[in-house]
């Protein structure tokens, strides 16, 4: 094979080899040809007769594409919140429905100042701390892990944006490394179902940080018992869209000041906070 190619003929042959498999192929393979590129969207429009080098790494990821690996992972960036983050297996990628538990947080906290001290259950690739401390600049962060991969990745996202003094992380069960006293517990757990049949391109991404147990909410139940235990303040949480229920009457008849869920784009029940 060539080690040259020309832009507008290497976007064709991607195209083509993606294009039984992915749905959006026109475009995926404009965003590996980008990336592989270091280029914008602007500059391979116009550069239409550039000559592309070392094809041969960029159809291994067109293969890898095509076999259904998320994007996110072949390129190693995801975007939330109007931010770049690193990505790797070993952590869940970011989805867009995870902006709103960033949401929910801020519209419970109104004193940007505060210096409270915030866990987080589930760091993953790190991006809920790191937007939080970003919008609480004097708040203290320990996020915590069960997985030694999702600590190496969130580690590298925490030192891109400059916040390894105000972000400790710690490998270990829920709240098990955590002794302190805890103002305001943010997770995003598992919280599938064992049995329930996943898409093949959720394969790629970390089982634990996915399924939740034989029901799906039961670590959203351990979470809640902490968080009465310990009487943590403020708790937001990700949810199934089937667990409302089962939460309220798990927390029925419990001393709280408050229990709201919110909605995601599609009008689905995403998530809820409580306060004591």
């Not at 937007?131 to 991969?149: E, G, P, R």
């Not at 972000?167 to 598992?190: A, C, K, Q, T």
């Amino acid at each position: 094979m060539s080690s040259r190619y020309l832009v507008k003929d290497i976007l064709k042959e991607i195209t083509a080899a993606l294009n039984p498999h992915i749905e959006r192929a026109p475009r995926e393979a404009q965003l590996l040809l980008m990336h592989h590129l270091g280029v914008d969207e602007l500059w391979l429009l116009t550069n239409q007769n550039a000559a592309v080098k070392d094809v041969d790494k960029l159809l291994k990821w067109v293969e890898r594409r095509a076999k259904n690996e998320p994007l996110e992972y072949i390129t190693q960036r995801v975007s939330f919140y109007s931010e770049e983050f690193f990505i790797a297996q070993g952590a869940l990628i970011p989805r867009p429905e995870t902006e709103l538990l960033i949401d929910e947080v801020i519209k419970n906290i109104k004193n940007r100042d505060s210096n409270m001290t915030f866990a987080e259950v589930g760091v993953g690739s790190g991006i809920i701390s790191i937007m939080l401390a970003k919008h609480f600049t004097n708040a203290k962060f320990i996020a915590v892990d069960i997985s030694q991969d999702a600590i190496e990745i969130a580690k590298k996202n925490i030192e891109k944006f400059g916040l390894e003094n105000r972000i400790e992380l710690r490998l270990g069960s829920l709240l098990e490394p955590i002794g302190e006293d805890i103002d305001y517990l943010v997770s995003n757990p598992p919280y599938i179902a064992n049995d329930f049949k996943l898409e093949s391109n959720l394969s790629y991404e970390p089982q634990n940080a996915l399924f939740g147990g034989t029901v799906g909410d039961e670590i959203i139940r351990e979470l809640l018992d902490e968080v009465l235990n310990r009487k943590i303040n403020f708790f937001s949480c990700e949810i199934g869209y089937d667990q409302q229920d089962k939460i309220r009457n798990y927390l029925n008849n419990k001393p709280l000041k408050k229990l709201e869920f919110y909605k995601d784009f599609s009008d689905f029940d995403r998530g809820f906070t409580l306060g004591l």
